[in-house]
T-cell receptor
Framework: AQSVTQPDIHITVSEGASLELRCNYSYGATPYLFWYVQSPGQGLQLLLKYFSGDTLVQGIKGFEAEFKRSQSSFNLRKPSVHWSDAAEYFCAVGAYDYKLSFGAGTTVTVRA | DTGVSQDPRHKITKRGQNVTFRCDPISEHNRLYWYRQTLGQGPEFLTYFQNEAQLEKSRLLSDRFSAERPKGSFSTLEIQRTEQGDSAMYLC?????????????FGNGTRLTVT
């Protein structure tokens, strides 16, 4: 069975500071890993994805994530957050299709 | 590309009533997915279609739930005899392929409140 754990329910960060969101997954084979962002009342937008190859993946809006097989982790990072990054972030794992398992999400608050 | 469209955006219904939601995927997307998202949780997979064929249903999808995609274009999700536990955001998503070659596009969802 596949599953995702996002240990941090809520993170507050100052504008301009760095951000790291944690994601741990459980999956029997090589996973497809995703990070999505959701603003209130909106659907999910893909930030980045990992299937294979370089374990450091670049995404949109200045985000990046690093796949670490030994730690079953896929943490999301951004060097300098902007107020517009306040949202809920979801990590997801899947296989060859889009039957994804999502984590419970991390809410990011950005303070001025 | 007008995106994935869902209708209605909000639905309030009384327990025991039937409700139907509609999803219009991005044109030419042959795969369509339904997810459910309850408050404070991530989305949970419900079912998906490739063209008009429903290929898989989650065990979360009780007998009160039925989904169709009659002509391989739009899809409907019906919930019969709604219960308060059905209150959630129902998300539709579409793609033209697999994660290898096609991103998954989500709609803005239909928020169901069962009173």
């Amino acid at each position: 069975a596949q599953s995702v754990t996002q240990p941090d329910i809520h993170i507050t960060v100052s504008e301009g500071a760095s951000l790291e969101l944690r994601c741990n997954y459980s999956y029997g084979a090589t996973p497809y890993l995703f990070w999505y962002v959701q603003s209130p009342g909106q659907g999910l937008q893909l930030l980045l994805k990992y299937f294979s190859g370089d374990t450091l993946v670049q995404g949109i809006k200045g985000f990046e994530a690093e796949f670490k097989r030994s730690q079953s982790s896929f943490n999301l990072r951004k060097p300098s957050v902007h107020w517009s990054d306040a949202a809920e972030y979801f990590c997801a794992v899947g296989a060859y299709d889009y039957k994804l398992s999502f984590g419970a999400g991390t809410t990011v608050t950005v303070r001025a | 590309d007008t995106g994935v469209s869902q209708d209605p955006r909000h639905k309030i219904t009384k327990r025991g009533q039937n409700v139907t939601f509609r999803c219009d995927p991005i044109s030419e997307h042959n795969r369509l997915y339904w997810y459910r998202q309850t408050l404070g949780q991530g989305p949970e997979f419900l079912t998906y279609f490739q063209n008009e064929a429903q290929l898989e249903k989650s065990r979360l999808l009780s007998d009160r739930f039925s989904a169709e995609r009659p002509k391989g274009s739009f899809s409907t999700l019906e919930i019969q005899r709604t219960e308060q536990g059905d209150s959630a955001m129902y998300l539709c998503a579409s793609s033209w392929g697999t994660p290898n070659n096609s991103p998954l596009h989500f709609g803005n969802g239909t928020r169901l409140t069962v009173t």
